[in-house]
């Protein structure tokens, strides 16, 4: 049985290729006959396309303007993957995180992120207001003005300008970022093709989700091959119809699989930095110890972009380790003459954790040496803290984990 997720549309079409040969021939040449063979597949397939992605049908018999030969083949060969629902938990600013079960039992989380319209002047008072409020009872440390803003806005909410689906790529992850709980994990294995775009596909049905970001749990360049895959299909405007600009891959720096990835896919680029010279991200980020800053930073130049397009470089402030205005200006030099902007993550703290996230001071400055030097830096709002659906909080309650016991999942912790 395959999956129909795992499926591009060309590839679904040379399925049902021999499903679609021409009856009355009318003297046409073999020549003919295989091109109207082939035409007639592809409009299948595309007539697949709508009803699975665009209209959310998962029954073969309901798509009645297929033949009934077809739906019976369909039945018999290719099955609609779904993902079974363990735990959706709703954090105070709105943000939902998902718990996923995998065929094999394994676990994998994604989390749907809102941003709501505000101005300028809106946000500066929400950031004010933002210190008056409690932390939640499962809050990890002190929510701070960098928090999402509490809310009684739901998905269906018309208060949110975006939607953006973070979704896993790998249960667990290799790289073992010291600062990531997903990393304490560890790998179990890589997800399918099918079990990528199944995650967008069940939280589109849930809320209009209007970006992507592989941000969730693993490595996706490590994931490659499947990953592309599952961009290529995300990006069909007959299925699920992502802008490119909309889907954005972010890697801890793996540069050979970079540089491939420009030739193969276009998608928004983020490259997870978090330091500033290459002794301090090895010890935080073991990927640098095979590809320092200056191939990632080649890569990152070399990397084909559009027009008014940039790379987004992420980096999470640890107290004391790369929050410095030395740390700073170190940053400003490693991206000269890449066409780029900065997010800034005050770290988000987790059980276990040996790192302290920054004062919001320290934080600001750090901001302002690279803004008064026309570097474009933001200070992300983290989102989800409470339920840990935060950048670096996502983990597999029952994956391994190569962690010791005060890395125990919170989830238990609270049972």
């Known amino acids: 049985m395959i999956y129909f997720q795992s499926l591009t549309q060309s590839e679904l079409a040379q399925l049902l290729l021999p499903l679609s040969g021409i009856q009355k021939t009318g003297g046409l040449t073999p020549e003919e006959i295989q091109v109207k063979s082939e035409k007639r597949a592809r409009y299948r397939a595309k007539q697949l396309f709508h009803w699975v992605y665009q209209r959310g049908q998962t029954d073969w018999d309901q798509m009645t303007d297929l033949s009934k030969d077809l739906r019976q083949w369909l039945k018999e060969n290719i099955a609609i993957f779904r993902l079974t629902p363990q735990l959706n938990q709703q954090a105070l600013d709105g943000t939902h995180k998902f718990l996923w079960s995998l065929g094999d ?14 101005s300028a002047v809106d946000l500066a008072e929400d950031l004010e207001e933002e210190k008056k409020v409690p932390a939640g009872p499962h809050a ?23 939607l953006t689906a973070c979704i896993s790529s790998q249960v667990g992850c290799a790289m073992a970022c010291k600062f990531c709980l997903t990393g304490i994990q560890g790998l179990d294995r890589h997800l399918g093709v099918h079990e990528i775009v199944t995650q967008v596909y069940e939280l589109r049905r849930l809320a209009p989700i209007t970006n992507i970001v592989f941000m969730g749990m693993g490595e996706p360049l490590h994931n490659f091959e499947n990953v592309v895959k ?11 119809g992502f ?143 409470d339920i840990l659906a935060a950048c670096g909080q996502l983990r597999s309650i029952f994956g391994t984990a190569r962690g010791t016991e005060k890395h125990r999942d919170w989830q238990a912790q609270q049972a």
């Not at 039992?105 to 505000?118: G, N, R």
């Not at 990890?140 to 975006?162: C, E, F, H, M, P």
């Not at 599952?230 to 699920?240: E, F, N, P, R, S």
């Open 243 to 385: 802008s490119k600009r909309k889907v954005t891959i972010s890697t801890s720096g793996l540069v050979p699989a970079i540089e491939e990835l420009g030739r193969r896919v276009d998608v928004s680029l983020a490259i997870s930095l978090n330091a500033s010279h290459d002794e301090q991200r090895s010890k935080i980020m073991p990927v640098n110890r095979k590809w320092n800053l200056e191939s990632l930073m080649k890569a990152c130049r070399e990397y084909p972009l559009g027009s008014h397009r940039r790379i987004t470089f992420e980096y999470v402030l640890l107290k004391d380790i790369n929050d410095s205005l030395e740390d700073a200006a170190r940053v400003y030099d490693l991206l000269r003459g890449i066409p780029s902007k900065v997010n800034l993550i005050p770290f988000n703290e987790h059980p276990g954790s040996d790192f302290k996230r920054p004062s919001d001071e320290n934080v600001q400055k750090f901001q302002k040496y690279l803004v008064d030097r026309k570097v474009t830096a933001t200070i992300r709002i983290s989102k989800g803290r």
């Open 230 to 240: 599952a961009c290529l299909i995300l990006l069909d405007q007959d299925g699920l």
């Open 105 to 118: 039992s394994k676990t994998i989380e994604s989390v749907i992120i809102p941003a709501a319209l505000q």
């Open 140 to 162: 990890v440390g002190s929510r701070g003005i960098y928090s999402g803003k509490a809310t009684q806005d739901d998905l269906k909410s018309t208060n949110w300008k975006r």
